[in-house]
Antibody, heavy 117, light 112 residues
Framework: EVQLVESGGGLVQPGRSLRLACTAS????????MSWVRQAPGKGLEWVGF??????????EYAASVKGRFTISRDESKSIAYLQMNSLKTEDTAVYYC????????WGQGTLVTVSS | DIVLTQSPLSLPVTLGQPASISCRSS???????????LSWFQQRPGQSPRRLIY???NWDSGVPDRFSGSGSGTDFTLKISRVEAEDVGVYYC?????????FGQGTKLEIK
């Protein structure tokens, strides 16, 4: 059974950093890109970015709103995708979801990140 | 950047009646490989998004066949043939043709 479990969310002050993890199981992690999508409270879905699998160079793409502040990486040995978030702003407050592929058929339950002083 | 515009944004529907959601793209969503990467997602209250349809008209596993997707180029539609109580939630279209990928604003379906 495919499972994606996000962790690492919490309350953080503006300007600080946080790292989210997406732990995958039930499929061959290395065969898939992994994506991050966020949802601010009461708002719609917003793409954060994704990381391609090794066969496609393991390269990344980011939304303009997070480029230069967020970094997506992956650990193939642990089947984990990470979202490193630096210089956090209040507008980064959201539930962060990871997804297999490019917004595919499997999503995690999400982890809430609250940026507030 | 590609912008997706959904209509209506609010959709009150009587149980057993059909429903239709439109998604219009600011640019063609046909990719260089000939595929059109337009998906539809359902988000029930308090839940994660669930993909219903991919590449315009293909059902994801377990999706009831009362849901159907159609369209081409820049105009797409999600139809529900007979709305059931479990269909309440917000529906999003999403383009995965050109980065930055994007979601529509969402359409909130409620039971009248």
């Amino acid at each position: 059974e495919v499972q994606l479990v996000e962790s690492g969310g919490g309350l953080v002050q503006p300007g600080r950093s946080l790292r989210l993890a997406c732990t995958a199981s039930g499929f061959t992690f290395g065969d898939y890109a992994m994506s991050w999508v966020r949802q601010a409270p009461g708002k719609g879905l917003e793409w954060v970015g994704f990381i391609r699998n090794k066969a496609y160079g393991g390269t990344t793409e980011y939304a303009a709103s997070v480029k230069g502040r967020f970094t997506i990486s992956r650990d193939e040995s642990k089947s984990i995708a990470y979202l490193q978030m630096n210089s956090l702003k209040t507008e980064d407050t959201a539930v962060y979801y990871c997804s297999r592929g490019y917004g595919g058929s499997y999503w995690g339950q999400g982890t809430l990140v609250t940026v507030s002083s | 950047d590609i912008v997706l515009t959904q209509s209506p944004l609010s959709l009150p529907v009587t149980l057993g009646q059909p429903a239709s959601i439109s998604c219009r793209s600011s640019q063609s969503l046909v990719y260089s490989d000939g595929n059109t990467y337009l998906s539809w997602f359902q988000q029930r209250p308090g839940q994660s998004p669930r993909r219903l349809i991919y590449k315009v008209s293909n059902w994801d596993s377990g999706v009831p066949d009362r849901f159907s997707g159609s369209g081409s180029g820049t105009d797409f539609t999600l139809k529900i043939s007979r709305v059931e109580a479990e269909d309440v939630g917000v529906y999003y279209c999403m383009q995965g043709t050109r980065w930055p990928y994007a979601f529509g604003q969402g359409t909130k379906l409620e039971i009248k």
